[in-house]
């Protein structure tokens, strides 16, 4: 018995000590896969970081608005210009579509601003306003330049069911230019000028008066106004270098303006579908190049002599 007991006891140990040398050889090998797994994971974290990356940018050195300095020496103009060259770097759906509007649009507004004597940076300020389209906010300000409808009547446009020339790309940017002359003589810089076309003369010369300064970068103002000569300086920045900020494309990837002729109507125009096919065009093609014809039909009772644009035949081919 007592031999039989040491056999037993001797088998025991033998096994507990297979086991554990068992254990001991398993778990260095089920450590090193979970390492190999975990190593396979950050090498395919590190590739995605890798194929996308996000980058401070350096504000330039220097920066203009309509020729008047920038005071980027200054801690707070420093950063207020960061954040918007990084907002609209890395919006780039935004910028891009930005990029090719201004490629369709700009050349209609920059004569027009240039036979206004206002200066070319403003065409900026069409692009934050509306993004070069059509808006309407909802305090109910229209189209490229946002022209509020009192705005718009006290220089003249007409606004009424049938037509609304806010819409009118040509009319709205001789009114919009009219608007900024008037600010410039009675604030003295274009930068104030641009800043009351946002906030009104009043509201930023009771700002002006208030904080007792005399320069829109002196001045603390509600997050929208404080932010707009910024927003305008950065769009300048990526829209005139913009591969220097990431956007590739080529000059086939751009809008282009369609050309158009000018028709004189000095009538009513009962129908406008009828009245386009006259020129093998659609509905749709006459009001996307005359948005100001708000309704079917024009009025028209004072016989008012008005132009339509009607696109080169070249470029559209009416419905069949």
Do not use: C
């Amino acid at each position: 018995m007592k031999l039989v007991k040491n056999l037993l006891m001797g088998a025991g140990v033998l096994g507990i000590a297979a086991i554990s040398i068992n254990a001991v050889q398993e778990t260095p090998y089920k450590e090193s896969q979970e390492q190999q797994q975990n190593e396979k994971k950050t090498d395919k974290d590190d590739k995605a970081v890798k194929d996308y990356n996000v980058y401070a940018l350096p504000v330039p050195e220097k920066m203009d608005f309509a020729g008047e300095e920038v005071p980027l020496h200054l801690p707070d103009i420093h950063e207020r210009i960061d954040r918007e060259l990084l907002v609209n770097t890395y919006w780039q759906s935004n910028g891009l579509l930005l990029l090719k509007r201004a490629n369709k649009y700009f050349p209609v507004i920059e004569p027009i601003l240039a036979e206004e004597g206002v200066p070319d940076d403003f065409k900026y300020l069409a692009v934050i306003e509306s993004g070069l389209t059509q808006a309407v906010s909802p305090a109910r300000a229209v189209g490229f330049w946002q022209i509020m409808k009192g705005t718009g009547k006290d220089y003249k446009l007409e606004i009424n069911d049938n037509v609304d020339e806010r819409y009118h790309i040509e009319k709205s940017t001789r009114v919009a230019s009219k608007y900024l002359k008037k600010s410039k003589e009675k604030f003295g810089t274009w930068t104030l000028a641009a800043a009351a076309f946002n906030a009104g003369d009043r509201g930023i010369q009771r700002q002006l008066d208030r904080q007792k300064v005399n320069d829109y970068y002196d001045l603390l103002l509600g997050e929208e106004t404080g932010r707009y000569i910024f927003r305008i300086l950065a769009l300048k920045e990526i829209m005139n270098n913009p591969k220097k900020y990431g956007f590739n494309f080529e000059d086939k990837h751009l809008y282009n303006h369609v050309p158009t002729r000018k028709v004189k109507v000095d009538t009513a125009v009962s129908d406008f579908a009828d009245f386009a096919k006259e020129f093998d065009i659609n509905y749709k093609i006459l009001k996307l190049h005359n948005p100001w014809l708000r309704e079917a039909h024009l009025n028209n009772a004072s016989r008012k002599t008005y132009y339509i644009e009607i696109p080169d035949k070249k470029v559209y081919i009416s419905a069949k």
